[in-house]
Structure formats: C-alpha cells, structure tokens
C-alpha cells in the first residue's frame, strides 16, 4: 500500500502518538527514491541499502523532531544526506569512488551513458553533487535544497547555475578544472 500526499500528515500524526506500524506507510512511499539517492552519493549498492535502512530508523526515533518547517520528504532526504555525508567522511570515500569507476570503465557499450553521467559527477564536489542530484532527480525546489543542505536558497540556486555551466562545458570538451583562476 502506499500513502498518497493527503494521508501523510495524518500518517505523521498516528505515527507521533505511537502508531509505529504506521511508519510502514513511510517507508513503502520513500524507500526507493531515498535509496537512489544514497546510491548516487554512496555508489555501492550495499552502502545504499545500509543507508537507506539508518535513514528510516533515524527518521522513526526523531519523529517528534519534525515540525512541518520544510515538507517531510524534505526532512527525510537531509537526514539521507547527513548519513551519507558521515559515511564518506569515515572512509575517505571520495579516491575510492574515482578508482572503482576507472575499473568500471571497461564495460559494455550500453555503459557509455552512464559512464557519462559518472564522469561527470566525478567533475563536482560532494555538495555539487547533491545540488545537482536533488534538483534533476528528485525535483526539488531551491528552498527545499537549502533547507536540506542548511544553506540559503539563492546560494544554491547561484551554485547551481554553476554547476550547469561547468556540466555543459563538460560536454563540450572543455576542462574548466584545470584552468586557474
């Protein structure tokens, strides 16, 4: 079963009272776009899982935290974000990520397009990164960014008109990294 956009908040209210078979409904509405997120940000597909699962638990234990100053889709992704965040931190994630997808490159031709896309992102920091992703992927809007990324609205959406500059200069071939500024 899951939970259209008008039984969510009385799902939050029975789930605050102590209804925790109600978070069922949660997590059947959000586990799959929260784990393509974390899989973006983690690219491991265990990682995901594992961090998916943390994202839900942590969500259930801090219930009483949320307070409706962002949409609860909103709150759920930045404590995504902050789990994935913690976890590239702990394991230097960053080199690692970059060495896996040199030893991927070597697949199948249908690869080429998601090669791509991972060249690319290995083009940005981990807060591009996530910009990006929250804005093409999940649809977000600038406030909900900035709230999930505890920044200002026009600072992401500056960042993220930066972004798209340096992705289509990517693709054109020109490699604004290596110019000095």
Known sequence: MNIDTTDLDSTLVSIKKGDTQA???????????????????????????????????????HIEQFNYKASFSAWLYKIARNHCTDLLKKKNREKKVLDLYKADKHQEQDQKYTDFIYECLDKLNSEEKQILLLRILEEYSYDEIAFIMDSKSVNIRKKYERIRKKLIQVKKGVNLFEQSY
């Open 23 to 61: 978070f069922v409904l949660i997590v059947d509405r959000f586990q799959r776009p929260i784990y393509l997120y974390c899989y973006y940000i983690l690219r491991n597909q265990e990682e995901a899982e594992d961090a998916t699962q943390e994202t839900f638990i942590k969500a259930l234990e």
